[in-house]
């Protein structure tokens, strides 16, 4: 594959960026879900 | 307590039984905790990576490489499925925002979900930005040009910065609903001056390809698959991250109004004591 560098980087920065804010997102909502009632989560 | 009731529901909630018992468990095992997640988004996490999975496989290794283009196209699987969701991120924050402002009954939901969308959509432009900026290099020569295409998608990106900044301002939750839910109503009038730029202008930017009847391209058929592959991926992708977003800023906003309650119940109590 030809300038498979920029082509990977491509594909890499795009699921790492990505992955990094599903991150954020889950871990931030876990940590504020442990200050919050069962009631004050109605998807639950 | 304030009139930013944190009984506002979030707007999407899809209401399935949790396995686990909140009320049993301790803070030590908090990591436990499902916190935004249910059954429905665990599986739509699950679909969401098979299917990155598939892009990545297809995108890379099994489609063909374009005639003209060479392998850059493979570039094409990621960046244009990013300005579309973004493109569809906007679009929803404004619905959305029309929603609060026009609703009788206006509820914190459709503003939590227009912020959660807009912070999406922020992050896929982003990654369209740097994705078709490696492709420029390649094909163009330069990573950035000054090209109406570029520089209208460019200043979108800095206007959603900026809503997201303003939804960050002091007040009143109610405040920031209302402030937040004008400016997405005018920033998504950017999105078709984004889009026509290249009609508009004279563009270095090639104009739509696969979805515009008058232009005479050739697509091999995992080509178009891919594309589309990368589309409904990112599509869903999307739906999840907002989903567990908006769900988190109604527990910011849940944990905000306690430490408002207990900030006002101290100063009583130095009152009275």
Redesign the interface.
């Known amino acids: 594959m030809d300038h498979a560098g920029f082509i990977l980087l491509s594909w890499v920065l795009t699921f790492a960026a990505t992955g990094a804010y599903a991150r954020f997102v889950v871990r931030r909502g876990r940590d504020l879900a442990a200050r919050a009632t069962r009631e004050e989560m109605p998807w639950t | 307590m304030t009139s930013d009731s ?1 009984s506002d ?2 707007l999407i ?3 399935l039984a ?1 396995p686990t018992d ?2 049993t468990v301790t ?1 030590a095992s ?2 436990n ?6 059954a429905a988004t665990r599986r739509l996490g699950t679909l969401v990576a098979v299917m ?1 999975t598939a892009l ?1 496989a297809f ?2 290794v099994f489609s063909a490489e374009d005639v003209v283009q ?3 196209v ?2 094409m699987y ?2 244009v499925p ?1 300005i579309w969701v973004a493109y569809m991120a906007f679009l929803v924050t404004a619905v959305c925002s029309g929603a609060y402002l026009s609703r009788r009954n206006r509820s914190l939901a459709w503003d939590r979900v227009a912020g959660a969308s807009a912070e ?1 959509g922020v ?1 896929f432009v ?2 369209s930005l ?2 078709g900026s ?2 420029g ?2 094909t163009w020569g330069t990573y950035w040009v000054w090209d109406a295409r570029l520089t209208t998608t460019l200043f979108l990106f800095i206007t959603y910065v900026g809503y997201l900044a303003v939804r960050r301002l002091g007040g009143t939750q109610r405040q920031r609903a209302r402030r937040s839910a004008v400016l997405a109503l005018l920033a998504v009038l950017e999105i078709p001056l984004v889009h026509f730029s290249v009609e508009l202008w004279r563009s270095l930017h090639q104009e739509a390809s696969v979805a515009n009847p008058n232009a005479r391209v050739e697509l091999d058929g995992l080509m178009l698959f891919s594309l589309f592959l990368g589309v409904v991926t990112f599509t869903l ?1 999307y739906v ?2 907002v989903l ?2 908006q ?2 800023l109604a ?2 906003d ?2 905000a109004d306690r430490g408002l309650d207990e900030a006002i119940r101290d100063r009583r109590n130095e009152a009275v004591g």
């Open positions: 944190v529901r979030p909630s899809i209401d949790l909140l009320d803070p908090a990591a905790r499902p916190g935004t997640g249910t990155l990545a995108g890379l060479g392998s850059t493979r570039i990621v960046h990013t999406v992050l982003a990654i740097v994705t490696l492709w290099r390649l992708f999840w991250l567990h977003r769900r988190v527990l910011e849940t944990v």
